[in-house]
Nanobody, 118 residues
């Protein structure tokens, strides 16, 4: 069993930045690839970014490429999502999950709200 707890969400103006954190705990939590997803109001959940367990490889959705950066610190069992140049369409609840991208996402956090005002 792996527990994931997201933090760092909030309200920010368009063009601003936020850094989300996802703290993992439980069974061999540092050995999992981890991903970020988001669900905007009235829309389906979508993939945002992923990082392998070593941190050597990353993957991004086209909509965030060049603006968001995913990273991890295995000593702290934490994965980060640095978000810059935020847009109102980035408004969503952001979730972290185990797995690299879509599929094999066995464990999920509760989510953190990000609201970008225009």
């Amino acid at each position: 069993q792996v527990q994931l707890v997201e933090s760092g969400g909030g309200l920010v103006q368009a063009g601003g930045s936020l850094r989300l954190s996802c703290a993992a705990s439980g069974r061999t939590s540092s050995s999992y690839a981890l991903s970020w997803f988001r669900r905007a109001p009235g829309k389906e959940r979508e993939f945002v970014a992923a990082v392998t367990w070593s941190g050597a490889s990353t993957l991004y959705a086209d909509s965030v490429k060049g603006r968001f950066t995913i990273s991890r610190d295995n000593a702290k069992n934490t994965v980060y999502l640095q978000m810059t140049t935020l847009k109102p369409e980035d408004t969503a609840v952001y979730y972290c999950a185990t797995g690299y991208g879509v599929g094999s996402n066995f464990y999920w956090g509760q989510g953190t709200q990000v609201t970008v005002s225009s």
